[in-house]
């Protein structure tokens, strides 16, 4: 297995860690339940204590200096840590991070001007920004998590939903280009991971890659709604238990949607939905308490609790 951290410039034996704004609200059991996974697995991240929100939403449709300057910041924190690897667990977080940091030099100088400003030091462009999907993949390694888990998911079938920001574009991800990165059409990380936990991973999942209509919550409603509801009916079609989420804002649109899509489509459409690393979390020996499943809109623990676990 390559660690794409190898074709990025140096690694760190412990990387940055970017929060994001999700992480510490309606995100924290996606924290908490990925912070039991890298413990078990023993790998770790330190946090930057002084981030901002990245602007992975709207902020990029008002100004592209300043959907490019809020990320930057949190880029030249982490390097100010002396750290080159910089680790998200949110898509759209990882969209921001690596936009910036493929900017231009002439637009480096101006997003570095604006950080001075505001008192932070300058980015230099050296980070190295990877998903904590990516990180524990490559990082940890498949036969490392089987041997780590105590309690196969035995019995359970999962729709793994990876979301759109995952894999394109493949010029700020690099999935599909960069060595050790994902398939861009056909990822499959997030399976691999499931897999080893002891799942049975729908593979014939065709939803696993489209938009869940996050970016469409605020402007338009309806097509959010059949956003989700796509990847719900596709999740039940392919005869899933449970979906399981790679991105905080993918996670929250879908479960912000739940009675939308039940009166529009029924009740028989919905999934529930869980954090990829909420699964893992119990495939390493947690319990559901710990890794927080009871936060979940969809309240996937119930569904948990009838086949045994706890």
Do not use: W
Request: a neutral charge; glycine letters at 8%; one cysteine or more.
């Amino acid at each position: 297995m390559i660690d794409r951290s190898q074709s990025r410039g140096p690694s760190d034996p412990v990387p940055a860690y970017y929060p994001g704004c999700s992480m510490d609200g309606l995100g924290k059991a996606y924290e908490v339940s990925c912070q039991l996974v890298l413990d078990r697995l023993g790998l770790a991240m330190d946090r930057i204590v002084d981030y901002n929100c990245c602007g992975a939403t709207e902020v990029k449709n008002l100004s592209e200096e300043v959907s490019l300057t809020l990320p930057a910041r949190n880029l030249s924190m982490a390097r100010s840590m002396g750290r080159h690897e910089v680790i998200a667990a949110c898509n759209g977080c990882v969209y921001s991070l690596t936009r910036a940091n493929d900017a231009d030099e002439t637009t480096r100088s101006r997003i570095n001007s604006h950080l001075e400003k505001g008192g932070a030091p300058a980015y230099d462009g050296e980070a190295n920004v990877q998903h904590v999907l990516e990180f524990i993949h490559n990082r940890a390694g498949v036969p490392r998590v089987r041997a780590a888990v105590r309690r196969p998911l035995a019995g359970l079938k999962v729709a793994p939903y990876y979301g759109c920001l995952y894999s394109r574009p493949k010029r700020y991800t690099g999935v599909g280009v960069t060595p050790g990165t994902d398939n861009p059409e056909h990822p499959f990380f997030l399976d691999e991971l499931l897999e080893a936990c002891g799942a049975t991973v729908m593979r014939d999942y065709l939803a696993k890659t489209i938009c869940c209509g996050g970016g469409h919550a605020l402007s338009d409603l309806d097509v959010s709604v059949a956003f989700s509801a796509s990847v719900m009916n596709e999740a039940k079609r392919a005869g899933a238990d449970l979906v399981a989420t790679i991105c905080p804002l993918g996670q929250i649109n879908i479960e912000n949607n739940l009675d939308r899509i039940r009166q529009a489509y029924g009740e028989e459409t919905l999934v529930p939905v869980a954090y990829f690393t909420q699964l893992m979390a119990l495939a390493l020996g947690a319990s559901m308490r710990e890794a927080r499943l009871k936060d979940n809109f969809s309240r996937p623990d119930r569904f948990l609790r009838e086949r045994g676990f706890h």
